[in-house]
């Protein structure tokens, strides 16, 4: 079957609008979660778990999350022995997040050949295209280059990636989480895709719940009935989507 990323920034509704897909949707579906808070899935590597307790252990928020904040800097520590430690600390943690990720990848290979539509919540490429893929910060360290190349050159792209969009101020309205200026950053950064991406469609999330939903089951029909070579079901079109052929 195929793969089906829903992308957009934070209260956007990725989570709550893929799991009720997995309902909805007519045909077999597998939902898995694809983004930078690793814990966020009960999918893990046993290292990924071991962190993760290391750091309950510890009483340190167990927060996998990745892409640093570009509205945040932060001071390097100087030469030594503390510079040292952050750069192995974030070799380490980077090479857990590479192995992480092919690991999802392999069970996503393995249910697509079982003939499953299998649903991502975020995806790893698009959550780290800014910071590593494409970014440009200066002493970004060896090993986020070379995750940005594996990410860019190597990772399976999905097949369909819808993109859920919000004004900036409603998205914080809904969670209350980081600002607005950083969510309005994050929403440009996934449209830049628009451009670039053969199946890349923008869904209205400020609608009514029911209806985001509906447009979304009604994007992943579709592509299904095309790429089955199947004829459409005529049906009005949606205002509120944009479907770049």
Do not use: C
Not at 27 to 51: D, H, Q, W
Not at 59 to 78: E, F, S
Not at 125 to 145: N, S
């Amino acid at each position: 079957m195929f793969t089906v990323a829903l992308i957009g920034p934070d209260g956007a509704g990725k989570s709550t609008v893929t799991q009720e897909l997995t309902r909805r949707l007519p045909f077999p579906t597998k939902y898995i979660y694809m983004g930078v808070n690793l814990e966020a899935s009960r999918l893990l590597l046993p290292t990924t778990r071991l962190l993760l307790e290391w750091k309950r252990l510890r009483g340190i928020r167990p927060d996998m999350a990745g892409p640093p904040n570009p509205l945040r800097r932060q001071a390097d520590p100087k030469k030594g022995i503390k510079r040292f430690l952050k750069e192995l600390k974030t070799g380490l943690r980077m090479v857990n997040l590479m192995a992480e990720e092919w690991f999802r990848q392999l069970v996503v290979w393995g249910w697509v050949r079982r003939g499953h539509v299998v649903l991502f919540d975020r995806h790893f490429f698009f959550d780290y295209y800014a910071a590593d893929v494409a970014g440009q910060e200066p002493g970004k360290p060896l090993i986020r280059r070379l995750h940005g190349a594996m990410l860019k050159h190597l990772y399976p792209r999905p097949d369909l990636v819808i993109l859920l969009d919000a004004p900036a101020e409603a998205l914080f309205a809904r969670k209350q989480e980081g600002t607005v200026a950083l969510l309005e950053l994050r929403r440009q950064e996934y449209h830049r895709f628009q451009d670039e991406l053969e199946h890349f469609v923008v869904v209205d999330a400020s609608q009514p719940l029911e209806q985001v939903i509906q447009q979304v089951t009604d994007i992943i029909v579709d592509f299904h009935r095309r790429i089955q070579g199947i004829p459409e079901t005529p049906r009005p079109v949606a205002q509120t989507s944009q479907v770049k052929e």
